[in-house]
Nanobody
């Protein structure tokens, strides 16, 4: 079982920046993917950014504004969010996708409002 510690997020004004961090309790043997999804009120959960040994992917809506990176610990991942806009408001969920299943963090609120 994998558990996550998520931190960061909060409130920002339009054009501002925030960061969300995620640290997994353990990492599996073999390759795995980590990243972030988000879910806004009344909307489906959507992929924001994904990081694997071979690829880094971003949703079109965040390209050029968000940056995903891995921390010193292989099971940690960060999402730097710049030029935030009101439609970035959502709960951001960290995830780890292994060969057998996907694990989810508890979510971190990001609110962009003037």
């Amino acid at each position: 079982q994998v558990h996550f510690a998520q931190s960061g997020g909060g409130l920002a004004q339009p054009g501002g920046s925030l960061r969300v961090d995620c640290r997994a309790s353990t990492v599996p043997n073999g390759e795995f993917e980590m990243g972030w999804y988000r879910q806004a009120p009344g909307k489906q959960r959507e992929l924001v950014a994904a990081l694997s040994p071979k690829n880094t992917d971003y949703a079109d809506a965040v390209k050029g504004r968000f940056t995903i990176s891995r921390g010193n610990f292989q099971g940690s991942v960060h999402l730097q969010m710049d030029d935030l806009q009101p439609n970035d408001t959502a709960v951001y969920y960290c995830y780890m996708k292994t060969m057998s299943r996907t694990y989810w963090g508890q979510g971190t609120q990001v609110t962009v409002s003037s």
